[in-house]
């Protein structure tokens, strides 16, 4: 009996789907059915876009242009001596964008997507991360969608909205195909990791918003390679650039702690680290600066630093982000090997200057 209803359910469940297909590969008999909406979303389903990113993320692009004045045989002007754009952070009218785009600029002209224009005001500058922080009197501005725990992962489509060539705002897709990368935008510092990818950023794009296909800030924009290499730009993380913005609106500034030294990661067997998973014996230092605080403090070359206030070392980056967030001033405490000699030495940390 089972035997027989398995039989007869197979057979009209066979029969259900020749009808569909037979339905679905008929214009009439959709249509006398009243099936022609159903079906022609079942066989053209609707087309990829990211219209809901760009209505999200657009409006809070905006125009930055920095004029200087100069003088000539007709007396003094106004010139304009670079152009770029920024991101609308807050609400209340703070901006953040290149500190290429803004620096020495006597007087920064901002306009918006709704056509308004303002002068800005400079709340603070970071040439490290090549970031400004601007403010310009207004309320109620569309704020940039943010994601606090939001992080680039290689393989994400991103879209960078900007104004490349002052000729309007102009939207460039592309995908992530790197992250904490460093060292190869027009910033060289080691303290900055970059999101790489192809999505396009030309002469003013800098300082616009990468965003992902929801809309939400990615990064800002900030540079293409230096070499010769097409297709390759950088954006600054979302959440360096969000430390940065909150840093310069408590103090104006970012202060970051600097020892002089140089060193690279080893291994139990004393050869240098090749890969992020391997674990490590220490930092070997392969170059103190005589003036700075770690000779001071009483490090050489070829120490093995490994550990700072207690906490082993587990990279020369980990090394690095210490220091930066070391008030300059403070002490810590350096265990590490010399000789097969185990030492502490307490050095006060100095503070980074441009060119260390």
Known sequence: MNFNIKHIFNAIAYGLAVALLVIILTPSLREKMGLTKFTENVIQPEAMSFAFAVQQAAPSVVNVYSVVNTRNTLGQQQELNDLGSGVLMTSNGHILTNYHVVDNAELIMVLLQDGRQFSAEVIGLDEVTDLALLKIDASNLPAIPQEPDLEAQVGDIVLAIGNPLN??????QG???ATEKKGLANNQSSHTDYIQMDAAI???SSGGALV?????LVGINTAKAQRDVQGIFFA???KLA???TDLLLADGEVTRGYLGLDGFAINQAGVAVRSSVESIAGIKITNVDPFGPAWKGGLRSGDIMLAINGK?????QELLNIIENTKPGNYIQISLSRNREMLN????????????
């Open 312 to 316: 082993q070392l587990v990279s020369f």
């Open 167 to 172: 000729l309007g705002q102009t939207i460039t």
């Open 345 to 356: 030495k307490d050095v006060q940390v100095g503070k980074l200057e441009i060119g260390n």
């Open 175 to 177: 995908i992530i195909s």
């Open 212 to 216: 992902n296909s929801r809309g939400m």
């Open 242 to 244: 969000k430390h940065i």
């Open 202 to 204: 030309n002469l003013g």
């Open 236 to 238: 600054i993380p979302y």
